[in-house]
Structures are given as structure tokens and as C-alpha cells.
């Protein structure tokens, strides 16, 4: 059952780091994901049971859906 917490966490990093390549550099990319992920909210949250991992990915697939829209807007 944790499993799919993990999953949901690890694909919420993914997200956010493939969606946001056209708005930051590589380095702050990384950067970001190294600070994200070393949290311990985030370590914590990809091993509980609960649905928290998931509600994390939505979010960052809200969140890139939000600026892909807004770089649309801009264009």
C-alpha cells in the first residue's frame, strides 16, 4: 500500500522537473528537486498510507498546467 505513495511522490518530482524546462535552467531544476526532495515533509508524505503522495502530484500537475497556460497567454 505504501507503494503507491512513493509512486505518487516520485511522480510528482518528475512532473515538476519536466515541466518546468522551458521556464528554468537545468541547475536550478535540480537545485529545486535536491531541496524538495531532502525534506523531510517529502520523506515523510511518500510512506504514509494516506492519499497525501497523490494530492502532491495533482498539485504539481496543476501547478505546470497554470504556467504552461500562462506562457500560452504571454505568446
Not at 505504501?2 to 537545468?26: D, E, H, I, K, M
Not at 531544476?29 to 524538495?36: E, K, V, Y
Amino acid at each position: 500500500m505504501r507503494l503507491s505513495s512513493a509512486l505518487a511522490a516520485v511522480g510528482a518530482a518528475l512532473v515538476f522537473y519536466v515541466g518546468s524546462r522551458r521556464l528554468f535552467t537545468p541547475v536550478a531544476r535540480a537545485f529545486a528537486l535536491a531541496i524538495s526532495l531532502n525534506a523531510v515533509f517529502w520523506f515523510d508524505q511518500a510512506q504514509n498510507i494516506r492519499s497525501y503522495s497523490l494530492c502532491i502530484l495533482l498539485g504539481a500537475v496543476m501547478a505546470v498546467s497554470a504556467l504552461a497556460a500562462r506562457r500560452q497567454v504571454r505568446e
